[in-house]
Nanobody
């Protein structure tokens, strides 16, 4: 069974940095696209960043220049480096990976406040 597990979340002050990691187990095959969604209370889930198997990336306009997504194709891990964090970045972050279907992590809380 394929499972994704996020780590690295927590609380930081505005302007701070945080790195999220997503460990994938149970799959020998390289994922296609991987990335991160987030969902804040009362808001729809939104795509934060994605990365293809070849390394092409896409970012939500709200995080461009501040977040960096990367991946390890051998391990099927995906990461999200978050810099210059803002209160509006507060959300539960979910990693995902695409193979024959979309797999999801359980979600991890990121809170940005003074």
């Amino acid at each position: 069974q394929v499972q994704f597990v996020e780590s690295g979340g927590g609380s930081v002050q505005p302007g701070g940095s945080l790195t999220l990691s997503c460990a994938t187990t149970g799959s020998t095959f390289s994922m296609n696209a991987m990335g991160w969604f987030r969902q804040a209370p009362g808001k729809q889930r939104e795509l934060v960043a994605s990365i293809t198997r070849g390394g092409s990336t896409n970012y939500a306009d709200s995080v461009k220049g501040r977040f960096t997504v990367s991946r390890d194709n051998t391990k099927n891990w995906v990461y999200l480096q978050m810099n210059s964090l803002k209160p509006e970045d507060t959300a539960v972050y979910y990693c995902y990976g695409d193979l024959t279907r979309r797999y999801w992590g359980q979600g991890i809380q990121v809170t940005v406040s003074s």
